[in-house]
């Protein structure tokens, strides 16, 4: 029995399950592979971020357990007191020369850093322009600087442009916010012309590239090295848990815009810094990616396959342009239906409903990776086909 106090929870909860959004977690019972078993179920993995297939790369595992016969599992304290090891640093220099800035510095995840800096540089008196499908982790570190808000609807250049005329004559800092590839559409941020705006009007430029960091530009480089706009974005959010397989988020920038955040960025004061493997990791997940491009290609040769397959199926793919595609059905429930029943046909591809996307426009999101062989993209094209012919969404 719950404790009265924790009752309202169980109400909650309840209500969830009464409106079929109760969802279970899935269990992995192994590596994050392109066929792995969840539940107990063999299945054709579309969920993961795991891009280029590094969570299991042999050499990214042997490092990780050099580094904890050296240096032990945990740092032990955070960054600014006792927690900055050399391999912290090291893995912070590969990912300034990387991403082509002047320094970096990693949080514990992707979430910490975007949150950390955004309420770390802005205060009360300063304004935010955010598109309206940024990350939530964007939306929170906003809330947490306490600066107002200004939301542009999706992608939307001209709409950005009339806020940022209407506030240009007010006091106060302003940063332009956006995702570099957005996680639930798979479609591009219009970095070029959001630079400019910036520019124009005097804004801080921010972009959050975490679903694109080893996905787009050279050597997966990310979306500012695919528009070729370096040095035109102040302050790039990267993560470490997507495509490159371990843990973390970092924030490239200046050496001193860096060295403001060892101060301020509250993530980096109060929580303890990386273990020592989870560094180690990454630094070998940079190495392949500057080492094996090839990886890449491949990423992008399963994504222009599976997306033409999907498209001759007759499936709303939206506006997606890189891995991640959804197959918007519109329905929840239907959505989530479908999703189960590829599930018992062997494909895993997670149904997303709102408040995660809006109402009507419920999907199931299906990301490939370099990994996928081709026989198993067309085994999951198939099983999509007959499911959504059952259910009538084709
Ligand atoms: C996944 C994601 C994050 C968070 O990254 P983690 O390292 O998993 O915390 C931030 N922003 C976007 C756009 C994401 O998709």
């Known amino acids: 029995m719950p404790k009265a106090q924790l009752q309202y929870l169980s109400d909650e909860l309840q209500k969830l399950r009464e409106q079929k959004l109760y969802q279970k977690l899935r269990v992995l019972e192994g590596e994050q592979l392109p066929v792995a078993r ?9 969920s993961s971020n795991n891009y280029l297939g590094l969570t299991t790369h042999p050499r990214l595992k042997a490092r990780a357990i050099e580094a904890i016969e050296k240096y032990g599992v945990g740092s032990g304290a955070v960054r600014s007191i006792a927690g900055t090891m050399t391999i912290h640093l090291a893995l912070e220099e590969k990912i300034a020369r990387f991403k082509q800035v002047e320094a970096a510095v990693v949080f514990q995840s992707g979430f910490t850093a975007n949150a950390g800096t955004v309420a770390a540089i802005l205060s ?18 906003c809330r947490l600087s306490r600066a107002e808000i200004k939301v542009f609807p999706h992608k939307d250049v001209a709409a950005c442009e009339t806020i940022l005329r209407e506030i240009a004559s007010r006091p106060g800092r302003k940063l332009l916010i956006t995702d570099g590839v957005f996680s639930m559409d798979g479609d591009i941020a219009p970095l070029p012309e959001l630079a400019a705006l910036a520019e124009k009007y005097g804004c801080i430029m921010m972009l959050d590239d975490a679903h694109a960091s080893g996905v787009l530009g050279r050597n997966g480089r990310g979306t500012v090295d695919h528009f070729n706009l370096h040095g035109r974005v102040d302050i790039q959010v990267g993560t470490l848990s997507k495509a490159i397989g371990a843990l973390g988020g970092y924030v490239g920038s200046t050496r001193d815009a860096i060295e403001f955040l060892y101060h301020r960025a509250r993530p980096f004061l109060f929580s303890t810094s990386h273990p020592p493997s989870v560094a180690a990791t990454c630094l070998a997940a940079f190495e392949i990616l500057e080492e094996e491009p090839q990886l890449i290609e491949r990423l992008w040769g399963n994504t222009r396959f599976f997306k033409a397959g999907l498209k001759k199926l007759g499936f709303n793919t939206g506006m997606s342009e890189t891995p991640i595609t959804p197959v918007i059905v519109g329905d929840a429930a239907l959505a ?3 999703s189960r029943q590829l599930f018992e046909q062997g494909v895993f591809a997670q149904s997303i409903g ?14 490939v990776t370099a990994t ?6 067309s085994r999951a094209l198939s099983i999509l086909e007959s499911v959504a012919k059952k259910l009538r969404i084709t």
């Open 354 to 367: 709102f408040p995660t996307v809006p109402q009507g426009k419920a999907r199931i999101r299906t990301i």
């Open 124 to 141: 009360r008196e300063d304004i935010i322009i955010s598109d309206e499908l940024n990350h939530a982790s964007i939306i929170d570190g």
């Open 372 to 377: 996928h062989t081709r026989d198993q993209l």
């Open 38 to 46: 969840f539940d107990g179920r063999e299945v054709i993995n579309l």
């Open 336 to 338: 989530h239906e479908f």
